[in-house]
């Protein structure tokens, strides 16, 4: 039986750019940026890197099709490097092919990394003239915030939860991220919201109202992984590893059949019960000290809670109400800020939210750090709640 990665795989640098509107910036800019953070951050050469995956969603208006610009932008050695898009997954796809093949001994020092110039592609989340059969075959016209809307009246009617409280809890879980955000110099967003500002807001697809969205933006992230034996040569003992990765995308139940009920995410259920297994994770509420989730939309965290095993079904309003996803509550939930602040550079994400866990992890995140964090679990969903992937890391420090 496969045994995973745990404990496999050393995280040894990190970088992050600042999310935002960057028109100063091409891709070209951003890649460098969190590189360079990065490669001082492992203290290593780059010409001791030895292969790169590169994540990128929208090509055309960003790098291409190929990893090309990788090597490119940042001098690398002649090495390999491969481009890999699953949609919001993206960047933990890249993280994730570089960590197997230093698990596997194809490379001792990988690079992940994950752009997107998003604001470049005009970008908005409404209806748009789309190209090939992705969104014209299974769902044309079809919009992010009216997807998840209908996961948020799937929800409260399966829970015979009113209305107005569940846009209460939502309002809380944005509350709670810009709360957080005002601490991260890196967000796109730094500024704190009232409960009243976000429940007055207009509505955008009920009832999700403007500060219920993450909005469109600018960024880059980026990681050098290697064995935890090189890892100690850099670090000594104090240093990150990766506790499992696991990725469970959709096969179509959920769009044609009767036995989902449109009021959670399937994938995300099968993805964290394989990464708590592959983790040795027993207990996911004693254990896992933060959470980087994907809260494209407040109801998505919100939900996601139940998903992940952090609350119990139908309790994920209550629990986010008494505190306990908020900075100081028992589990943080988008310490940084999250999505709603950083907004969301598709290919950038993944990455960005292992950023996150990382330096809380090493104890380095300054104002918003939270005490003796044990495992970091990131999360992403890729599209939309009837057809996505969803993507789930465990990170901790060296055993």
Not at 30 to 56: C, K, N, P
Not at 168 to 194: C, D, F, I, Y
Not at 261 to 274: E, I, M, Y
Not at 372 to 381: I, Q, R, T, V, W
């Amino acid at each position: 039986m496969a045994e995973g990665i745990r404990d496999k795989v050393a995280i040894v640098g990190m970088g992050c750019t600042k999310f935002g509107e960057r028109w100063d910036a091409g891709p070209e800019d951003l890649v460098t940026e969190a590189f360079e953070e990065a490669l001082g951050d492992a203290g290593i050469d780059r010409e001791q890197i030895e292969a790169g995956w590169f994540g990128v969603f929208y090509d055309e208006q960003n790098v291409g099709k190929s990893a090309y610009p990788l090597s490119q932008y940042l001098r690398l050695p002649n090495i390999p490097v491969t481009r890999v898009e699953n949609l919001c997954a993206t960047g933990a796809e890249a993280l994730r092919g570089a960590a197997y093949a230093v698990a596997a001994g194809a490379c001792d020092i990988a690079l992940a990394m994950g752009c997107e110039k998003l604001k470049d592609t005009g970008f908005a989340g409404l209806p748009e003239r789309t190209k090939g059969t992705f969104e014209d075959l299974y769902q044309p016209s079809f919009t992010p915030p009216g997807a998840f809307a209908q996961l948020a009246a799937a929800y409260a009617a399966k829970h015979n939860i009113d209305m107005r409280d569940l846009k209460r809890a939502m309002a809380h879980v944005s509350w709670k991220s810009h709360e957080n955000g005002v601490l991260n110099p890196k967000a796109h967003l730094q500024k704190k919201l009232t409960m009243e500002q976000i429940l007055d807001a207009p509505t955008v697809a009920y009832p999700l109202g403007v500060f219920d969205c993450c909005g469109v933006s600018d960024g880059a992230a980026c990681a050098i992984v290697t064995r935890p034996e090189i890892a100690k040569t850099l670090c000594g003992d104090n240093f990150v590893t990766i506790k499992a990765m696991q990725l469970a995308p959709s096969n179509g139940v959920e769009m044609g059949h009767q036995s989902w009920d449109g009021a959670h995410t399937l994938t995300t259920r099968k993805a964290s019960q394989r990464a708590y297994t592959e983790a040795g994770v027993s207990d996911p509420r004693a254990d896992i000290s933060l959470t980087e989730v994907h809260d494209c939309f407040s109801v998505t965290e919100l939900v996601l809670m139940e998903d992940l095993g952090l609350s119990d079904d139908g309790a994920a309003p209550s629990d986010i109400l008494d505190g306990r996803y908020d900075a100081g509550g028992a589990i943080p939930c988008q310490i940084d800020g999250g999505l709603k602040c950083f907004g969301h550079p598709i290919g950038a994400s993944g990455l960005r939210m292992t950023y996150e866990i990382y330096l809380q992890l090493l104890g380095r995140a300054g104002e918003r750090q939270i005490a003796s964090p044990k495992f970091g679990l990131a999360h992403n969903l890729g599209g939309i709640p009837n057809r996505n992937v969803a993507a789930v890391s465990i990170f901790g420090m060296n055993a």
